[in-house]
């Protein structure tokens, strides 16, 4: 669930932006009634609309825009997620005070494995 201030600077930031969201709905075996996604899959995928991003609500789990402008992946930390974005994009992030950030560059940080994906 997204806090007041983080709600607040996603909606700003985000603005103007066609996203994708993907929501773990559960391993692909337990397949929920009425639940739309691709076979195999543990998500299901549906437009998110920052705009309409209110305190309370669950972020995706991923997200995407279809120009390759800006994604995240959550799910590491129940508070936290990553940001991968255009320069403009990376900057509102980065110096929104509303928004804890920590910058990760992979020549100079150890990032794990996975982060290459």
């Known amino acids: 669930m997204v806090d007041a201030n983080t709600a607040n ?3 700003d930031i985000l ?3 066609t996203l994708t969201g993907a929501w773990w709905i559960g391993y692909a075996g337990t397949m929920r009634h ?3 996604r691709g076979e195999d899959s543990d998500y299901t995928l549906r437009t998110f609309d920052p705009t309409k991003l209110r305190e309370g609500m669950q972020l995706p789990e991923f997200c995407w825009d ?3 402008t800006f994604e995240w992946g959550g799910g590491l930390c129940p508070d936290s997620f990553i940001v ?3 320069q403009r994009l990376y900057r509102q992030f980065s110096h929104d ?3 804890d950030t920590v910058e990760a560059i992979p020549n ?3 990032l794990p ?3 290459g994906d």
């Open 66 to 68: 279809d120009a390759g």
């Open 113 to 115: 494995v996975s982060s």
């Open 15 to 17: 603005d103007g932006l």
């Open 97 to 99: 005070p509303r928004l």
């Open 9 to 11: 600077a996603l909606r």
């Open 34 to 36: 009425g639940s739309r």
């Open 84 to 86: 991968a974005a255009e």
């Open 108 to 110: 100079r940080d150890v």
